[in-house]
């Protein structure tokens, strides 16, 4: 596993010229051949958090501040990261039937394959979150020293959603019905991260901690921690210490996966 762990980190070195032009060439794919072009990064997400505050708003009735934060900021702070992470589960576990050119290629290092695509995502999540900040500016939501803690949070995404891709894709590769079996979770995932509730305001503790296992729920209580709610992630260490916890052990079984199957990938594909 060790022998592993030191591969990963050479190729991802030795690579890591290539990982920028790769990642942007994966974000120019997914806005080819449009008019708007980029702009359909701003647009989408922009008219996501619309459609969910008019059906909240004005469907539910529901426009109380959270934690002092206007509802419109707190949800869009929450819908955001979600997006990335939807990708992530699906997009990031099926990186190798995605790139079955990368793959065959005999000096290609699989784990570059899941660097430059989580990358890509996290660039296209940085662009997403300028709507964040406009409705923070438009409903007067203060910006405070907390907002410096945002850049930890996306290194600590970018770390989760490498080793999920490591650990997935082979197994996504080899198994049509895994990939399957993670888009149908996908969905019940969205209701138990906590985009739509404040996960530290249940007073059922053993509920609590299964919901803060879930690193969705962390990613987007952090983001919420950097915009808006105003406090230091480090602040709240259960929430903190269980997913590094699970941080540790999704990586484990990642070099686990990849020591063992990343050599009967390329013959499937």
Request: net charge positive; hydrophobic share 55%; aromatic share 16%.
């Amino acid at each position: 596993m060790f022998d592993t762990l030191r591969e990963i980190i050479r190729d991802n070195w030795d690579w890591r010229s290539q990982m920028w032009p790769l990642a942007l060439t994966e974000i120019r794919k997914e806005v080819r051949g449009s008019v708007l072009g980029w702009l359909w990064l701003l647009i989408t997400p922009a008219m996501y958090i619309g459609v969910l505050w008019l059906a909240f708003a004005i469907g539910l009735r529901v426009t109380s501040a959270v934690d002092g934060v206007p509802f419109i900021t707190w949800l869009a702070a929450g819908v955001i990261p979600w997006q990335f992470c939807s990708g992530m589960i699906t997009g990031g576990s099926n990186v190798y039937r995605r790139y079955p050119y990368l793959v065959n290629r005999l000096r290609f290092p699989l784990s570059v394959i899941s660097g430059f695509y989580v990358l890509a995502g996290l660039l296209v999540f940085l662009l997403t979150m300028v709507p964040v900040i406009i409705i923070m500016v438009a409903t007067h939501t203060p910006f405070t020293i907390h907002a410096a803690q945002f850049p930890v949070v996306v290194i600590l995404m970018y770390f989760f959603w490498f080793s999920w891709s490591m650990l997935t894709s082979p197994l996504s590769a080899l198994s049509k019905d895994f990939h399957s079996l993670l888009r149908t979770l996908s969905t019940p995932l969205f209701w138990v991260s906590g985009v739509f509730f404040n996960i530290d305001s249940m007073h059922i503790s053993w509920l609590k901690t299964a919901f803060l296992l879930n690193p969705i729920a962390f990613f987007v209580s952090s983001i919420r921690a950097c915009f808006g709610e105003n406090y230091w992630i480090w602040e709240r260490p259960q929430m903190l210490w269980l997913f590094v916890g699970v941080l540790a052990l999704t990586f484990v079984f990642a070099l686990v996966t990849q020591k063992r199957l990343s050599l009967e990938v390329a013959d499937v594909l």
